[in-house]
T-cell receptor, first 112, second 112 residues
Framework: DTAVSQTPKYLVTQMGNDKSIKCEQN?????MYWYKQDSKKFLKIMFS???????INETVPNRFSPKSPDKAHLNLHINSLELGDSAVYFC???????????FGQGTRLTVV | KQEVTQIPAALSVPEGENLVLNCSFT??????LQWFRQDPGKGLTSLLL?????REQTSGRLNASLDKSSGRSTLYIAASQPGDSATYLC???????????FGKGTLLTVNP
């Protein structure tokens, strides 16, 4: 029974397209995150939502728009994809400051 | 701004050795510190969580320590096995938004 699940696992798309990545957690956590892992494997936070409200936006281009329909879901929509957006995107959830963060398996996005 | 450094960047040891991975962070105002494992092409698996009030946590052959005042943590792996080969990531949670700040990881290879 997967705790944090992301779809799709792989995404290959052309420059200029718009794409979405979905994330769901069944842990009952209040807070969900999106992290980006670049080609050098460095993980950096992009967004955080707490109970459907945006609490972190780490200078991410406005082509990236997170959407949280409820506290169990946090989707990431990317407009006008660029080559530099190629990376692995991880969704995570936690009870912040209290519990460990659980991560999804990642979505490998390749923009060609 | 919190910065997390992991040393060494890579480590290769023969099977059966005990080893220590190091993590340091610049801002001691943290809620907790978490050690993760990442296998190639996979997501992050949480290994140990140490709350800021704790000094260490143990799970099986793993022991993590935390010295918050000096901004340091170590992950001790006893009797290493080839299956321990992976990238080990250290992350600290802090600030008003509890975000996780990651180090760049230590790539561990355990040779049979």
């Amino acid at each position: 029974d997967t705790a944090v699940s992301q779809t799709p696992k792989y995404l290959v798309t052309q420059m200029g397209n718009d794409k979405s990545i979905k994330c769901e957690q069944n842990l009952g956590h209040d807070t969900m995150y999106w992290y980006k892992q670049d080609s050098k494997k460095f993980l950096k936070i992009m967004f955080s939502y707490n109970n459907k409200e945006l609490i972190i936006n780490e200078t991410v281009p406005n082509r990236f728009s997170p959407k949280s329909p409820d506290k169990a879901h946090l989707n990431l929509h990317i407009n006008s994809l660029e080559l530099g957006d190629s990376a692995v995107y991880f969704c995570a959830s936690s009870l912040p400051g209290v519990t460990e963060a659980f991560f999804g398996q990642g979505t490998r996005l390749t923009v060609v | 701004k919190q910065e997390v450094t992991q040393i060494p960047a890579a480590l290769s040891v023969p099977e059966g050795e005990n080893l220590v991975l190091n993590c340091s962070f610049t801002d001691s105002a943290i809620y907790n510190l978490q050690w993760f494992r990442q296998d190639p092409g996979k997501g992050l698996t949480s290994l140990l969580l140490i709350q800021s009030s704790q000094r260490e946590q143990t799970s099986g052959r793993l022991n993590a320590s935390l010295d918050k005042s000096s901004g340091r943590s170590t992950l001790y792996i006893a009797a290493s096995q080839p299956g321990d080969s992976a990238t080990y990531l250290c992350a600290v949670s802090g600030g008003s938004n509890y975000k996780l700040t990651f180090g760049k990881g230590t790539l561990l290879t355990v040779n049979p």
